[in-house]
């Protein structure tokens, strides 16, 4: 035991002086990583980071590892000590400590204590010092130089920007536009210049009329309107330079009315209903000033009733322009060179249909063919042209003529004879003379040039031209055209050549070159109504009741005017103007204009109204007054009813409807004004005429069965028809009675009888199909002779129906018989015909049937019939039954044995009778078509 502890006391001895004696010459030196000495250090760390970033690496070397052949403790780097200053720093909340990472190499990192926590926003910078210390122990330890580290912060992100207020509210003025209505305000809690700034605001509501810049700058892009919209709410974000966003908030914007001089109490859906009387447009009108200081000097108010596009302009043809001449008593010899499309020999077929009842657009592409059958093309002295128009500016190339009308040679060579075309917003009227006599070397005028601002602005207009050879009168919707110097400008030119061509052709929208035999100068626009009349000219009162406008402003309270005030139309009094000198008096009279339609059938749908009123004060300003619009609405009206009446059931022998029956023959067209104003039955013109009817059968019509029409009355009123298979339809502007009379003539023809019962039906229309009557339904019976064998004849009942009630036709005396076979003569002195019903299965059956016949006979009617024929004696007549038959021959024996009505006054009763008859009928005909089987042998004539 005592050797041992020696041994081990003998160790600890040597080992002691041993590191006693181990060289510790040299301390530690802080180098960077090219082993030069470090003067000072930087480093950063993001606050939500533990490991410092360190320019350059802390390093630490020690020259006593470099003498030794071994590397002993105090050549090796043990740790680094912090130093800073407890003035600065405190202990415990000092954040930072060194992790010596290599020690073998002397390298360490400056890290964040795990308990500890940066914050950019308390303390963004720190400076201490580092110093590095071998392993010669606590005593004998070397320590390098201290060396200065200075150390930042980086700041993270960890704040979105907040707005200053929660929620925004703001009040601005209606009718402003503002650079700024409000300055958004936001802040970010982080410090640092990057993620501290609000970059941008963004304003996140779609479809408002307001923006938001990136200084947070509010402000509206239009003027905002109180009626329209009174409050808006807004999003809005603000977004820092670092992109994060902040939540959103909201901003009420309240739009203020603001009180400038206008119109109140104005209605701005107004109804007119159609057959009453004036409607007062403005009733409730009153002018506010607001607090505006204007002593008036002058108020003028302009109405304008906006309608060119309805009808023509102010409802002018709801009826049709054809109507329309015939209602103001058009010259007879006008020819109609754009006749309706639904004509069945119109040449107008191919055109483009307008919107505008018979109304064509033409679209520089499309020109038609007038037959010479239709008119003859010369024009000489005097004549008149009118037309419909509506021309927009620009619809040709520049320079281009476009025409209307043009009359030129029909073979060879391209000479305009006349023609009517539009050029650069002129319309022009070419008018050659012919070669006559000895005038050729004569200067004549020739052509005609109108400056018009109608003939390019796009709305209907109506150009009547009176021509008396070489004064030409023009007519602008029925007024005359007031002459200047150069308005028109005539043209002269010689009169064309002596030519031995005859033939010309009459074009509608452009013109023929047959030199070329090309169609050039096409009309790019709509025509409607263009007429033509030779020898004579249109009378002035004709074109002015063309154009009479039936729907205008009505104003009659001139008792309110005083001295000063004015009030004036324009000629279709469709624009009016009121000039006072006070708001009073203008607001007086506004209060009295109204709007009336004539119509008894107004065209449908809505007219703008608008009224702009201009004042000007003695201060020598102008008050800017909002316009003010309103709109007329017309409904459907149906004031006119139109209906057919008549026979509802007929019914006649086959043999009468061979050469056709009247069934129309009690027909009636009626008319007649309803829930109408009595202040306009003057005023009103009932419309009496009827544009089309048609006949149709719910089934094709069969073989042997067909219509005639009276040709003669047809062709007398200018009626057009055309068939087709489940009827025919007449179609053209005439009187109710001129309807009703061709109506009355149609015949039906049913040569053979099949079908039993047809259904017709009749339906006509007035007003271009506006005002449509009730369908007429007509029942049409074809009754079939009934023949029994009896040994007095057979009886026949011909029954005429009319409104349910059966009537006997005609009673025939008993000596007049009727014979059921047909004898003729020929080589076999004839072809017998024998039909005999027989009932029952035994000899027995046959007597009692003879007993039922002859029972009949005595209840029923003797009825004439228009061709009876020998009597034959059967008295040798054989006839073989066949027994199959005999089930429905008994059948059939009881219903012709029942065939007899009672008088009686109930309709029901006359049906039921009616509807026997009727089966009685087709029973007939299916016994008729039987073979029965007969020995002739011992018949004798």
């Known amino acids: 035991m005592f050797k041992i502890s020696r041994w081990w006391a003998l160790m600890m001895m040597v080992a002691i002086v041993m590191a006693n004696s181990e060289p510790n010459a040299h301390s530690p030196v802080l180098v960077d990583k090219n082993g030069k000495p470090v003067k000072m250090y930087h480093g950063e760390v993001p606050e939500n980071e533990r490991e410092v970033t360190l320019e350059p690496e802390l390093r630490a070397i020690d020259k006593d590892a470099k003498e030794n052949s071994y590397v002993g403790a105090a050549g090796q780097i043990c740790g680094y000590d912090i130093i800073y200053s407890k003035n600065n720093y405190n202990q415990d909340t000092f ?50 130089t201290k060396v200065r580290v200075v150390l930042r912060v980086v700041d993270v992100d960890e704040f979105a920007p907040t707005f200053d207020k929660p929620n925004y509210d703001v009040d601005v003025e209606e009718g402003v536009v503002y650079q700024k209505i409000l300055q958004l305000s936001a802040t970010d809690k982080d ?204 619809s040709a190339p520049a320079g281009a003529k476009e025409h209307i009308l043009c009359n030129s040679d029909g073979a060879k060579m391209n000479r305009h004879h006349y023609s009517l075309y539009v050029h650069n917003c002129r319309l022009v009227l070419l008018l050659r003379q012919e070669a006559q006599g000895n005038n050729l070397n004569v200067f004549k005028p020739a052509e005609y040039r109108w400056l018009l601002p109608e003939v390019c602005d796009g709305h209907w207009h109506h150009y009547a031209i009176n021509g008396q050879f070489p004064n030409m009168a023009l007519y602008i919707d029925g007024s005359p055209m007031i002459t200047s110097k150069n308005n028109p400008e005539v043209i002269d030119d010689w009169p064309m050549h002596t030519s031995t061509i005859k033939t010309t052709k009459l074009m509608i929208g452009a013109c023929y070159s047959a030199g070329k035999h090309t169609v050039t100068q096409y009309f790019n626009g709509s025509l409607a109504g263009l007429t033509l009349l030779r020898g004579q000219t249109e009378k002035d009162n004709v074109l002015k009741c063309l154009n009479n406008c039936h729907e205008k402003l009505y ?185 009703t009379q061709l109506m009355r003539q149609i015949k039906y023809v049913n040569t053979n009888g099949n079908p039993s019962h047809r259904v017709f039906t009749a339906q006509c229309s007035s007003t271009n199909g506006n005002i449509v009557t009730n369908v007429y339904k007509l029942l049409v019976d074809v009754i079939h ?27 025939v005396p008993e000596n007049k018989k009727i014979t059921t076979a047909h004898a003729s003569s020929g080589n076999m002195g004839g072809t017998i015909a024998i039909i005999c019903v027989c ?14 016949i002859r029972h009949s006979h005595r209840r029923t009617t003797v009825v004439q019939v228009d061709n009876p024929e020998p009597e034959w004696d059967d008295t040798g007549l054989t006839i073989r039954v066949n027994p199959l038959e005999t089930l429905q021959n008994e059948n059939y024996d009881d219903r012709v044995a ?39 042998s011992t018949l004798s004539f």
């Open 555 to 739: 104003f009659n309270d001139m008792k309110k005017m005083t001295t000063g005030m004015t009030v004036s139309f324009n000629k279709a009094m469709t624009e009016m103007t009121i000039n006072g000198q006070t708001v009073k008096e203008v607001e007086n009279l506004i209060k009295n204009v109204g709007y009336i339609n004539t119509r008894i059938q107004p065209t449908t749908g809505g007219r703008e109204v608008t009224m702009v009123t201009y004042m000007r004060c003695k201060e020598l300003k102008k008050i800017n007054v909002p316009k003010v619009k309103s709109v007329i609405t017309i409904k459907e009206p149906q004031l006119v009813k139109i209906s057919i009446t008549g026979d509802s059931r007929i019914a006649k022998r086959q043999g009468v409807f061979d050469k056709g029956v009247a069934i129309f023959e009690k027909l009636t067209i009626n008319r007649e004004l309803k829930n109408i104003h009595e202040s306009m039955l003057q005023k009103a013109k009932m419309p009496s005429r009827i544009d089309a009817c048609m006949i149709k059968t719910p089934s094709a019509l069969l073989k042997g069965e067909s219509f005639l029409l009276p040709e003669q009355a047809l062709d007398d009123s200018g009626l057009d028809h055309e068939y087709y298979p489940m009827g025919i339809t007449i179609t053209g502007y005439d009187e109710d009675a001129t309807y």
């Open 95 to 144: 954040p930072f400590e060194i992790d010596p990472k290599d020690v073998k190499h002397g390298i360490g990192k400056i890290m964040v204590k795990k308990n500890a926590k940066l914050n950019f926003e308390k303390r963004n910078r720190y400076k201490f010092w580092v110093r590095a210390f071998d392993c010669a122990g606590d005593e004998k330890a070397s320590f390098s």
């Open 898 to 936: 029942g065939v007899h009505c009672d008088d009686s006054d109930s309709e029901d009763d006359l049906d039921s009778c009616h509807d026997e008859l009727m089966s009685s009928e087709d029973e007939s005909e299916k016994i008729k078509d039987r073979d029965l089987e007969w020995d002739n």
């Open 191 to 394: 410090r640092s210049p990057v993620y501290h700034t609000v970059c941008k605001y963004s304003l996140l509501s779609k479809k408002v009329p307001f923006k938001v810049d990136k200084k947070g700058k509010l402000y509206n892009t239009e003027k905002l309107n109180w009626d329209k919209e009174r409050n808006y709410i807004l999003e809005v974000q603000a977004e820092d330079c670092g992109h994060k966003k902040s939540k959103i908030e909201y901003i009420n914007v309240k739009v203020l009315k603001t009180c400038k001089p206008s119109w109140q109490g104005i209605t701005r859906n107004i109804e007119y209903k159609a057959g009453s009387r004036t409607k007062l447009l403005f009733a409730n009108a009153k002018f506010d000033m607001c607090s505006a200081q204007c002593h008036t000097e002058k108020v003028s108010a302009h109405i304008n009733l906006h309608v060119k596009d309805k009808a023509m302009g102010c409802d002018r043809h709801s009826k049709g322009i054809t109507a329309q001449r015939q209602q103001c008593n058009a010259n007879v010899k006008t020819t109609e060179l754009l006749p309706a499309a639904n004509n069945k020999n119109s040449w107008t077929k191919g055109l483009l249909q307008d919107n505008e009842h018979a109304a064509f657009k033409f679209n520089g592409k499309t020109a038609i063919d007038v037959p010479d059958s239709k008119v003859e093309h010369t024009l000489h002295g005097q004549f008149t042209i009118s037309m419909w128009m509506k021309h927009k500016k620009d």
């Open 785 to 811: 002779a009934v023949h029994v064998p009896s040994m007095h004849g057979v009886q026949d009942n011909s029954i005429h129906v009319k409104n349910g009630h059966s009537i006997i036709d005609k009673e």
């Open 839 to 852: 009932v029952g299965f035994l000899m027995f059956m046959i007597v009692l049937g003879v007993i039922r």
